[in-house]
């Protein structure tokens, strides 16, 4: 897998649990980047674990290993469309998720993710391999 992607959460949390094909991939990519939001996402879930300080450490070394991408004022941007966007065709999609695909569309970048729910966005470059 070659490219610049932006990993949702639920592939950072592959990425956490080592499965194979995820951890290859990301290693085989040119570009890899986390986003604030999927950031705050597992950090919440390793809180919530039974195993906190350790779930933790593993999301601490993960945010070392890649960019962290935040939110600015451009992204706020795109999230207001991409909201709107979704409330007119009657599919809204959760709230962090969109600022994920904001961030996205903001730098041009392959949102990796699982989550079928994102196909609804337009525009929006998207991979689940």
């Known amino acids: 897998m070659n490219g610049n992607y932006l990993l949702d ?23 890899v980047w986390l986003p604030s939001i999927a950031l705050g996402e597992l950090c919440y879930g390793a809180r919530k674990s039974g195993r906190p300080q ?3 450490s593993h999301v601490q070394a993960l945010a070392e290993q890649l960019a962290i991408v935040e939110c600015g004022a451009q992204t706020a941007w795109h999230y207001g469309e ?9 599919r809204p999609i959760p709230d962090n998720d969109l600022w994920i695909a904001a961030i996205a569309k ?7 993710a699982r989550d079928n729910h994102f196909a ?9 391999e």
């Open 9 to 31: 959460t639920n592939i950072a949390i592959a990425f956490l649990e080592n499965e194979a094909a995820v951890v290859t991939a990301i290693r085989e990519a040119t570009n």
């Open 54 to 56: 350790h779930n933790l």
């Open 82 to 90: 991409i909201k709107e966007q979704l409330r007119a065709k009657g």
């Open 106 to 112: 903001e730098h041009g970048l392959t949102l990796w």
């Open 120 to 128: 609804e966005v337009p525009d929006l470059r998207l991979t689940s």
